[in-house]
């Protein structure tokens, strides 16, 4: 059927109904304005991810030509500033399509389009320029950061193009463009792994603080980013509240201007927890697009579901029940819970989502929400959780996601029983099937697995663990890489900023905040792995504080 109105309305309908983006990007925050070159990129990406997802589109070149463009300005990138014969906007497609071809001479492009008149007329040319006037263009007409946003662009048209099964001219680098200096070093040291985590870390966060904004009016004095270099500074040391954090914050930034310890937080309490998770779910989605333009990204499929909780709450909950709940283990101790959804396994560790747990809400609705967000972020095969979430209606809804699961099962007094006759007969290991009721005469089947564990310190049935699987024992050593989430959360507890303050949206950012923190270090430190060495291992060499660091600099400080 070809690219016609019809498939242009289905692509961008696509855009408009994914609950996590926006394009584009200008109109979304005030750290993008129209001529943001980190602006066009991330559109790029968003655009030809569902644009080559269409059955229908199956051209890069085509794509080239009605990419739509009018909401650039660029302006700010043209070195001549005058009027010419070829706008911008068309010498940038042409420059796309010599790159998408990899033609290192400006002579391929015009043998091209000299042979090619019905695609000069598509890109808007009329007839092909000369080999001199677009060996101008490029070397005197375009700034450097144009040049490079015209290769980014090919190369993400390509990996787009490719993942979707469409023909491309030449296989796509699938690692971030360096935009530092290479080094010939096999085994880096640290002063050139710090070198190249600066460069990671300033063209990460120019992709990912974009997606967070605040609720302010025209005219502020204060930039937004200056907030958000702020909470990334309290991140920085621990037990660092707002008020204090802030009043060294104007001695450590370049900035003129920063905010008040009191109006900072003002300002996070205006957004809602819904905007915080939409926010939070934009900036991984950008996170993740640049993972994903890496080989080392595709080997993600095993995420891990877990619910964390704060310091226990010592205060007067009085009208706050529902938000600072119970702790997970049953005591008389009371504190504010997060569920997170994360990747484990030989993937980056990534937070997809998270999200707050109040009185009430079921395992159910809590892992069917942050599947939702993790599926759209990521592909995902298989899920681990505790035994908390061990309902048979939580492992139903996984099943009919067409997901295998792993989780841990509380013994019961039928599997106390079985224990203890496996005990008398010394085995190590027993399967057998189980249907649990679902209600209604229906039921889920699943797998019960009884695992000897070793050096126990019981003598009783208490040596043995009890898993429920839908994916047969085999998959049963994955669920060891629930540990790292585990892991993970003491990381981001260490990237929280202090507060007393009851306020439940106030205290969701903050931890919000810290695992975007802790997913932007894990994203920096793949990124700089797959650059120094070609390959990922999943001991991080970039160090949490270094990240850190470097991104209060992208930020505003020091």
């Keep these: 059927m070809g690219v016609n109105e019809l498939s242009h309305r289905t692509v961008f309908r696509r855009i408009a109904r994914r609950s996590n983006v926006v394009w584009p990007v200008y109109n979304s925050t005030p750290l993008y304005d129209r001529t943001s070159l980190a602006g066009l990129e991330s559109d ?40 010419t014969r070829y706008e911008m906007d068309t010498l940038f497609r042409v420059f796309v ?24 007329e598509r890109l808007g040319l009329g007839s092909a320029p000369n080999q001199s006037t677009l060996w101008r263009t490029w070397n005197e007409r375009f700034t450097r950061g144009f040049r490079e946003t015209v290769q980014e662009a090919a190369r993400i048209i390509l990996i787009k193009a490719q993942n979707a099964g469409v023909a491309v001219p030449r296989k796509p680098e699938r690692n971030l463009p360096d ?18 985590a600066g460069t990671v870390t300033k063209h990460v966060s120019r992709v990912v603080f974009p997606a967070f904004s605040l609720n302010r009016g025209e005219g502020c004095e204060i930039p937004e980013n200056a907030y958000w270099g702020l909470q990334t500074y309290l991140g920085l040391r621990e037990n660092l509240a707002a008020n204090e954090g802030a009043r060294s914050f104007i001695h450590e930034s370049t900035r003129d201007r920063t905010p008040l310890g009191h109006g900072h ?38 995420v891990a579901i877990d619910i964390t909780e704060a310091d226990p709450f010592t205060g007067d909950r009085t009208g706050y029940e529902d938000e600072i709940i119970g702790t997970k283990e049953k005591t008389d101790e009371y504190a504010y819970q ?29 892992v069917e929400d942050l599947l939702e967000s993790a599926e759209e972020l990521a592909h995902v095969d298989n899920v681990l959780m505790d035994r908390e979430f061990d309902s048979q209606h939580v492992l139903e809804m996984i099943s009919q996601r067409g997901l ?21 007969r010394g085995r190590d290991r027993y399967e057998t099937d189980r249907k649990l009721h679902l209600g209604k005469n229906e039921w889920h089947e699943t797998t019960l697995i009884y695992r000897r564990k070793e050096d ?85 060499i970039v160090t949490a504080d270094n990240t850190l660091t470097l991104l209060k600099k992208e930020t505003g400080i020091g």
Aim: with cysteine; glycine share 6%; proline share 3%.
């Design 44 to 83: 790029m990406r968003t655009v030809s991810e569902e644009w080559f997802d269409h059955e229908s589109h199956n051209s890069v070149e085509t794509f080239v030509c009605v990419l739509p463009l009018a909401y650039f300005r660029f302006g700010a990138h043209d070195c001549y500033g005058r009027s």
């Design 97 to 120: 399509l010599k790159e998408l071809h990899g033609w290192q001479h400006e002579t391929s492009l015009v043998e091209s389009l000299d042979s090619h008149p019905e695609l000069c």
């Design 179 to 196: 935009r530092g200096h290479d080094t010939t070093e096999s085994d880096p040291d640290d002063q050139t792994i710090l070198d190249k």
């Design 265 to 302: 937080r003002d300002q996070i309490r205006d957004l809602s927890i819904e905007q915080v998770r939409e926010m939070y779910r934009q900036a991984v989605r950008q996170l993740t697009d640049e993972l994903a333009e890496t080989e080392e990204f595709f080997r993600a499929g095993i």
């Design 338 to 366: 997060w569920a997170t959804v994360q990747l484990v396994g030989n993937a980056v560790p990534l937070v997809l989502d998270a999200r707050p747990v109040r009185k009430g809400e079921s395992r159910l609705e809590i």
């Design 404 to 424: 295998s699961y792993v989780v841990p099962k509380r013994m019961q007094t039928s599997e106390k029983a079985q224990a203890k006759r496996l005990l008398r």
């Design 456 to 540: 126990s310190e019981h003598d009783d049935h208490r040596q043995y663990s009890v898993f429920m699987t839908n994916c047969g024992s085999g998959h049963l050593t994955e669920y060891g890489y629930r540990w790292e989430i585990e892991s993970g959360y003491r990381s981001i507890k260490r990237f929280m900023a202090a507060t007393t303050s009851k306020d439940f949206g106030l205290r969701f950012f903050y931890f919000a905040f810290a695992c975007l923190l802790y997913s932007i270090w894990r994203a920096v430190d793949l990124l700089v792995q797959v650059e120094l060495t070609g390959e990922y291992e999943h001991s991080p």
